[in-house]
């Protein structure tokens, strides 16, 4: 079974008027989404699917970190997330995506969940999100201070390349 199976509701087989939902994400859940961003979390989703007159409504909270990386060090740091989740589902003649309306097709009235969750996810980590004040890892820090300071003297270097070739080869020469 493709481990985004489980995140599938199939509306028809629901029973219940208000069905409660619980899942658990893993790397294994980024993993297996196409083009995630965020490739290492921890979270727990809860929630419930209610059956209403003419449509679903979904509710869903979750709650967790995912390992980002800082804005300043680059390193991976777990940036505590939590997330609500709204949609309301209708049947209809294809599938269609409006906002928080979704229409599933009647002919196959199954709801995948797994990429709006990721998305409500998404959405909650900070557009800033840095270690917390020296958390930061002072070695990456140097590092890329001074990786960018190596990238301009090596700029330098490839200049006076060909003079020190030619010199070198003057050198090579009165040798012999
Ligand atoms: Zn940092």
New binding site residues.
Partial sequence: MCYLERFKIDLKALTEDVTPLEWELDDDFFKSLEDSQVQVGSLHVSGSIRKAVGFYELQLHTVGTVRIP?D??L?L?DQPVEADLRLVVKLGAEYTEDDDLITVAETEPVLSTAWFIYESIVLAVPIQH??QLG???DAMMRVLSEHSAARSSDADAQEIDPRWDALRKLKVKSEE
């Fill in positions: 800082c300043r060090c390193e740091m840095v270690h958390g930061c890892n």
